[in-house]
């Protein structure tokens, strides 16, 4: 567990960034259809996944991990972006969506890293078994995402892709959705509207 109080003090000045893109994920066929509560959106939030996720510890917010291009959604399932140009990741299924969110702490920003004291690298170091290796304390990741999430200020976060070099991830707070006023909504390739949050 995190040592208790805050380890980003400075993230009371940051301000957070309105977000409205078309968004993409890509999800293993397999695993979707497998999945016990099965949604086209597939939220496989910590609350959902025990290993947790970059920003999320197991058992803290729920969140859904898209990407801005998709290119960029491609490598993050495939492990990288060679891998997906040459079509070595199996079948899968893509999801094209639109997300309108109103403030997100944007980690692509140097002025917003150096104001929270925390580097591009730290951002994107690994943080997949770091607890395990560092007698149970979290990654920098998972402090900064339950202090984003706990805040209350932010819908999300915006940050650099590990895998595509250039591209931009998101994770969702989806718990913060607020309908009418926020949400992620799946489309069908007609354009027409295939699922919502909230």
Known sequence: MSVVGPKFPTLR?????????QCFRVVDLESY????????????????SKGGQRFSPPGDH???Y?????PTAGAEYADGAD?????ECGKHVVFNMEVRLRSVLDLTKGAVRRSLKISNPIVQSPWAGYSDLNGGKWPPTWDLGHEVFDSGRFDGILFP???KKGGTCLLVFTE??????????????????WEELP
Do not use: N, Q
């Open 33 to 48: 259809i497998a999945a016990e509560t099965p949604t086209l959106l597939f939220d496989l939030g910590p609350k959902i």
């Open 176 to 193: 913060r959705l607020m309908k009418g006023r926020t949400g992620v909504t799946i489309l069908k390739s007609d354009g027409t509207v």
């Open 66 to 70: 898209v990407s801005a291009e998709l």
């Open 62 to 64: 729920r969140g859904l």
């Open 161 to 163: 892709s590990t895998k």
């Open 83 to 87: 891998r997906w140009a040459k079509g």
């Open 13 to 21: 000045h940051c301000e957070g960034v309105p977000y409205a893109c």
